[in-house]
């Protein structure tokens, strides 16, 4: 049951401007309201911390596009066949049914900031107190020259989970032996800095448990660089020789422009053809976060470092991958973590709980091969009106099997861990 | 994380030789090697102490859920008033299918399905089975370990401030209580608890994404984080 009133709002609209001030008027006598826009890693957290820790002092609201919500996290492992779709997804039931949070299933098409109230596609509006936005990424398709929502049903992205990553799962196991894979990968800044290597070395996976060894996977990266590399080349040499070849710009001297339709990437090199084309293109936050005048010249959002509040609007927080949050990167784990720094701030300014200083932590596993699992993370705090990372780790080159199989086990922990955390 | 039964299971084991139960035989020193299983969460022999799961120690002729200062799910606790005591059947029984035997149990376990295995396994378990606890909870500690935590447990911990602090570590540890791959913290004894924070402080154990969690508390920051996880029941 939502509880916002659709012909009630539409009819205050039609009043004109001397009714906007209705909606606040009226709600001073309930609760104080929470709505939260995008229902992932950031938003579903932020809800359910709020709704939880207030114990029905607050009305928070959930409204996020789909029915269900499908993990990237964990997404490289369903192409590797560790997976099965089914369980990387997840609906919002206990969040409705054990916290009393309303889901509304819509599309958040603007923000009224003076009125604080968010507009829905379908015209009807949410009125709120504070406000979380948390939509995560929107693909800037024309980064790759010939790219395009149309082009990603051929050459899928697959960088937002759902139909796109059965897509290129399916694609996939239609490579045959001999056949290659190119991967063109996206420049900084994006979400899941380590995603499209573990993405590879899945791939690579899956190639050669079918035998296909005489396929090979070709990464045209803009970046010098890339997280976790040296663990990463480490494995491909090991696990996949000659079946993973990684070219910086340095060597492919630029990346021209793509062509879904005959497979082919064009670069200041050569031109590369693969009978899968896998384009990550640049990224910026969320569409609804530009709407709302959140975003900056970077496409992102500019946060208070100790709150996760907007530069811009006192009243709403911006989390996950839509913010810019300091050293720390984009991934599900700082998401979550953000939301519950935001939710304890929002909480203390409507019912007077106790504020405490904020915290960040990250960690990124990825697995190169069946029990061969490497991590990174950090744990930060603001330095300086900066998210800054007090200390970091990373593993090593070189470790013991054991070690890698218990990181392996450590992920799978982690994944139920969030997946608990987020949706209850 | 490695804990082994804390007895010289082995000396023992060399006195035994396979045996008859019924009209199965048993293979005692095969159950050592399938203890495996349940070493992440019991210890079991001489000086045995409370981890995620109660110690086995004297388990047989035991009351369900009857250990103090062991925070059982309130369906085993149940049980036991109820007048469930462990046998080797009822371990049996148990170890097969944990979430049947007991509805609403917390013990996170899978089930061992063969039943050779599990015969071989409580037969192991009735020999070191010693009922010889241990006294002292720190016995295994360095001596470092046991200072800092000493320190701690002297403080009163808010646990207003835990539970923000908490946050950060439920993404891994399950409020519920259930282990899927991580050890569940939910009902730890506290000084287990605190102790095991500066073993990871000190690389007595060895995990980076604890140490790195740990070197960022302050003494204040993990008793709070004590006082709320040792507060709060699993479900
Ligand atoms: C292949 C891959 C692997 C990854 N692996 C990991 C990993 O192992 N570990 C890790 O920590 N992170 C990983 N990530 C990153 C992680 O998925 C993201 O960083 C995280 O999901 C960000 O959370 P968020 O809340 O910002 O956005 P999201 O989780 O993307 O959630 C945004 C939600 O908002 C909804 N939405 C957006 N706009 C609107 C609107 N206007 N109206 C209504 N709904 C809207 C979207 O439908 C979506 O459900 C991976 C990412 C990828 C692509």
């Known amino acids: 049951m939502t509880n916002f009133n659709r012909r009630q709002f539409g009819l205050m609209f039609g009043a004109g401007a001397a009714a906007l001030a209705l909606p606040t008027y009226l709600r001073a006598q309930g609760k104080p309201r929470v709505v939260v826009i995008g229902g992932g890693a950031g938003g579903a957290t932020a809800a359910r911390y709020i709704a939880k820790d207030s114990k029905g002092e607050i009305d928070v609201t959930l409204i996020d596009a789909s029915e269900k919500f499908t993990t990237c996290f964990f997404s490289n492992l369903y192409l590797g066949g560790f997976r099965d779709f089914d369980s990387i997804t997840h609906g919002y039931e206990r969040l409705q049914s054990n916290y009393g949070i309303n889901k509304i299933t819509a599309f958040a098409k603007s923000v009224d900031k003076a009125s604080k109230m968010v507009i829905l596609a379908d015209g009807s509006s949410v009125p ?9 990424i929107d693909l800037i398709y024309d980064s790759v020259e010939g790219y395009s929502e149309e ?12 139909p796109q990553t059965q897509l290129l799962k399916a694609k996939l196991d239609a490579v045959k032996d001999g056949e290659q894979i190119v991967m063109v990968a996206p420049p900084n800044p994006y979400r899941c800095p380590p995603g499209p290597y573990e993405r590879v070395s899945m791939m ?19 970046k010098e660089k890339f997280s976790k590399q040296g663990l990463f080349q480490e494995g491909w040499a090991k696990y996949y020789p000659g079946m993973v070849e990684w070219y910086g710009p340095d060597v492919h001297g630029g990346i021209k422009s793509v062509d879904a339709a005959s497979g082919t990437v064009e670069t200041d090199l050569d031109t590369f053809t693969g009978a899968l084309l896998n384009v990550i293109p640049a990224q910026k936050a969320g569409m609804i976060a530009a709407k709302a005048g959140l975003t900056n010249d970077s496409g992102f959002c500019p946060i208070d470092a100790a709150t996760m509040r907007s530069d811009n609007d006192e009243n709403i927080f911006v989390i996950g991958d839509a913010s810019i949050a300091g050293a720390m990167p984009k991934s599900g ?18 019912t007077d709980s106790k504020a405490f200083p904020a915290k960040y932590a990250n960690t990124c596993w990825s697995l190169i091969e069946t029990n061969d699992g490497v991590k990174v993370g950090a744990q930060y705090e603001p330095k300086d009106g900066k998210i800054a990372s007090t200390s970091t780790f990373v593993s090593q ?3 013991e099997d054991s070690v890698r199989k218990a990181t392996y086990e450590e992920s799978e922990g982690w994944y ?3 997946t608990a955390d987020m949706f209850g | 994380m490695q804990i082994e039964a804390t007895a010289p299971i082995s000396a023992i084991l060399l006195f035994l030789s396979s045996m008859t139960v019924g009209a199965q ?6 159950g050592e090697k399938l203890f495996k299983a349940c070493s992440n969460c019991h210890e079991v022999g001489e000086g045995a102490k409370n981890k995620v799961g109660p110690h086995l120690d004297g388990v047989f002729g035991r009351t369900a859920g009857s250990i103090d200062g062991f925070k059982y799910s309130s369906a085993l606790k149940r049980a036991g008033e109820e007048g469930l005591t462990w046998s080797a059947e009822s371990i049996d029984a148990y170890i097969e299918k944990p979430r049947d035997f007991v509805k609403g149990n917390r013990m996170s376990y899978r089930g061992m399905e063969k039943a050779q295995d599990r015969s071989d396994l409580v037969a192991w378990l009735e020999r070191i089975s010693l009922n010889s606890p241990s006294a002292d909870i720190n016995a295994e500690s360095t001596s470092e370990v046991v200072g800092f935590a000493a320190a701690v447990l002297e403080m009163d911990g808010d646990p207003d401030y835990g539970e923000y602090l908490s946050g950060d570590c439920v993404t891994c540890h399950q409020i519920s209580g259930q282990a899927d791959g991580i050890p569940s913290i939910i009902g730890l004894p506290k000084e287990y608890f605190v102790r095991s924070l500066f073993e990871y402080k000190t690389n007595v154990r060895q995990n980076e994404v604890m140490k790195n969690r740990v070197v960022n508390l302050s003494n204040e920051e993990i008793a709070a984080l004590a006082a709320y996880f040792t507060g709060i029941q699993p479900q």
């Open chain 1, 128 to 136: 709120y107190d504070r406000l979380v936005v948390s939509p995560g």
């Open chain 1, 151 to 162: 082009a990603a049903e051929i050459a899928p992205h697959a960088w937002k989970a759902g």
């Open chain 1, 204 to 222: 690579a996976h899956m190639l050669k448990a079918k035998g296909h060894t005489n396929s090979k996977i070709i990464i045209l990266d803009p």
């Open chain 1, 333 to 350: 784990f700082s998401a979550n973590s953000q939301a519950k720094v935001a939710a304890m701030i929002i909480r203390s300014e409507l």
């Open chain 1, 397 to 399: 080159t070189g470790e």
């Open chain 1, 416 to 418: 139920k861990g969030i």
């Open chain 2, 25 to 30: 035989e048993v293979d005692p020193i095969r």
